[in-house]
T-cell receptor, first 113, second 115 residues
């Protein structure tokens, strides 16, 4: 039972354009969402997060949107840069004392120069 | 400052052998997590430590898997009688675990291959 889903395994975008990565979840109890970025042979690194009480959070070129009614979140990167090429994981935090993450399967973004 | 480190970076073993994977969290981080990432999947939660105690081990797949954190810092994930299906990247993460969810900082992982 995949509680966090990233249905696009890969995405290619031209440099300078917008990249939109999508994520759907099934558990309405999730209260905190995060995006992590992963380069080969490295651990995931935190990118941006959003609490369930918000619908948007912005940090520089990165914006995360949350639509609770649709159980959907998206990450917008604008403008996209070649260095953004990586695998992006969406994660949701379980509302318990552990705050463990449930990850999606990832989307591989390739930004073409 | 130093991030989360994991050793070894790669481990190749034979089916049925015992392995230990080590994690050094960021100094001062009381929360420590182990995740496992199989090919084409996202990381899957295994176990969570708050200090020295395993507060949530619900993700451990079976009793061949065990983890310790005796002094509340370094943690070791132990796998007995390894099987080919245990092959994966094992990731460790730490966080300050203040009230509410906090950013987890991940190590580079240990790639385990069971032949």
């Amino acid at each position: 039972d995949q509680q966090v889903k990233q249905n696009s395994p890969s995405l290619s975008v031209q440099e300078g354009r917008i990249s939109i990565l999508n994520c759907d979840y099934t558990n309405s109890m999730f209260d905190y969402f995060l995006w992590y970025k992963k380069y080969p042979a490295e651990g995931p690194t935190f990118l941006i997060s959003i609490s369930s009480i918000k619908d948007k959070n912005e940090d520089g070129r990165f914006t995360v949107f949350l639509n609770k009614s649709a159980k959907h979140l998206s990450l917008h990167i604008v403008p996209s840069q070649p260095g953004d090429s990586a695998v992006y994981f969406c994660a949701a935090s379980v509302p318990s004392g552990t705050y463990k993450y449930i990850f999606g399967t990832g989307t591989r973004l390739k930004v073409l120069a | 400052g130093a991030g989360v480190s994991q050793t070894p970076s790669n481990k190749v073993t034979e089916k049925g052998k015992y392995v230990e994977l080590r994690c050094d969290p960021i100094s001062g981080h009381t929360a420590l997590y182990w995740y496992r990432q199989s090919l084409g999947q996202g990381p899957e939660f295994l176990i969570y430590f708050q200090g020295t105690g395993a507060a949530d081990d619900s993700g451990l797949p079976n009793d061949r898997f065990f983890a310790v954190r005796p002094e509340g810092s370094v943690s070791t994930l132990k796998i007995q009688r390894t099987e080919r299906g245990d092959s994966a990247v094992y990731l460790c993460a730490s966080s300050l675990n203040l009230a509410g969810p906090n950013e987890q900082f991940f190590g580079p992982g240990t790639r385990l291959t069971v032949l």
